[in-house]
């Protein structure tokens, strides 16, 4: 004869208290709505309309009628000549403007972080750029790169079209892109630095260190998370520049600066093709994460 042994069922009130949600998170929640109804309305709400967008034959005009055409417009991205010129100059852009903004930033950031004179006006001066609009921007390095009134042709006593010409574009827009993007990728980096503790350089000094292998030692590796971060920041944001370059030469001289993200604009806005042109937003997307992925896993790695 076996005797069976029953758990006496939990009071009700125990039930309830388990259900009920904690005040604090009610209030966490009620103050967070304001700022996650504009996210997504603004951000989600889009970017899943534009997901399925790309899976259909969507165009921007009244009379045709959207159908679902599964993985078409991706067929057509994968033999599109064009696409594949505009991704190869992404990615010498986005490349580009990344690792020059930080060999720049980092040197300025190291000068500004010396006990020098006016440094503070000099930090100040040095985020101007980050403060002024892409447009703005644009507008001014289009009156500097001027073929005929231009302040660099007047300097270097040239003549030369510097937007125009096919070899020299995309350099030149490089150039404004490195330039734009420095200031708060110098104040992130002059941030790091400020943290690292004084101890650890009187210590190499002790050791007998150069000023180079002080560097190498000691300033690179304590940067090392700060850099992570701000150089994959960077290269979300250059690879999906936009305003900057449509400003300064809309795509040209012949398709030679003509970003991914300006051929997504032509082909939704110019050609009207938006199912094809949400495809290739979708598979921008994809490759970013993808990099950036590889690129995080392989730092992480190293630092084990």
Same mark, same amino acid.
């Given at each position: 004869?076996?005797?069976t042994?029953?758990? =006496?069922?939990? =009071? ?17 929640w ?7 109804v ?13 997901? /399925?967008?790309? $899976? ?11 159908? $679902? *055409?599964?993985?078409?417009?991706? /067929? ?14 992404? !990615? ?7 690792? &020059? ?11 500004l972080? +010396? ?6 006006? !000099? ?11 892409? *447009? ?7 009156? *500097? ?7 660099l ?14 070899s020299?574009?995309?350099? !030149? ?9 420095? =200031? ?5 980096? &002059? ?5 690292? =503790? ?14 180079? @292998? ?7 590796? +304590? ?26 030469? +809309? ?7 003509? &970003?991914?993200?300006l ?8 050609? @009207? ?14 490759? *970013? ?6 690129? &995080?896993?392989?730092?992480? @790695?190293?630092?084990?």
């Open positions: 004869m076996t005797a042994v029953t758990r =006496p069922a939990p =009071p009700r009130g125990t039930r309830r208290a388990r259900r009920r949600v904690p005040r604090q998170t009610r209030e966490m009620l103050l967070m709505l304001p700022a996650l504009p996210v997504a309305l603004f951000s989600v709400g889009p970017l899943l309309y534009g997901i /399925g967008l790309a $899976f259909t034959d969507a165009r921007n005009t009244r009379v045709h009628e959207t159908s $679902f *055409v599964g993985l078409e417009n991706f /067929g057509r991205l994968l033999t599109d000549d064009e696409f594949w010129s505009s991704f190869k100059i992404g !990615a010498i852009w986005s490349v580009s403007v990344t690792v &020059l903004q930080f060999l720049a930033a980092l040197g300025l950031a190291l000068l972080n +010396q006990n020098l004179r006016f440094r503070s006006v !000099a930090r100040v001066l040095a985020v101007v750029p980050w403060a002024m609009p892409p *447009v703005v921007i644009g507008l001014m390095w289009k009156l *500097v790169y001027h073929p005929d009134a231009g302040i042709n007047d300097l270097l006593g040239t003549d030369v079209n510097w937007l125009a010409d096919f020299l574009a995309l350099p !030149a827009i490089i150039v404004v892109g490195v330039w734009t993007g420095m =200031p708060q990728t110098t104040v992130v980096l &002059l941030a790091g630095l400020q943290g690292i =503790p004084k101890e650890l350089y009187e210590a190499g000094e002790v050791d007998g260190a150069t000023r180079w @292998r002080r560097f190498w030692n000691i300033t690179l590796p +304590q940067l090392r998370p700060v850099v992570v971060a701000i150089t994959s920041l960077d290269f979300v944001w250059n690879i999906n520049q936009f305003g900057l370059v449509y400003v300064l030469t +809309q795509g040209g001289p012949g398709g030679q600066t003509r &970003l991914p993200m051929f997504a604009y032509e082909e939704a806005f110019r050609y @009207r093709m938006a199912s094809y042109a949400s495809m290739l937003g979708l598979a921008m997307a994809i490759v *970013v994460l993808a990099v950036l992925g590889l690129y &995080l896993w392989r730092q992480m @790695r190293e630092a084990k």
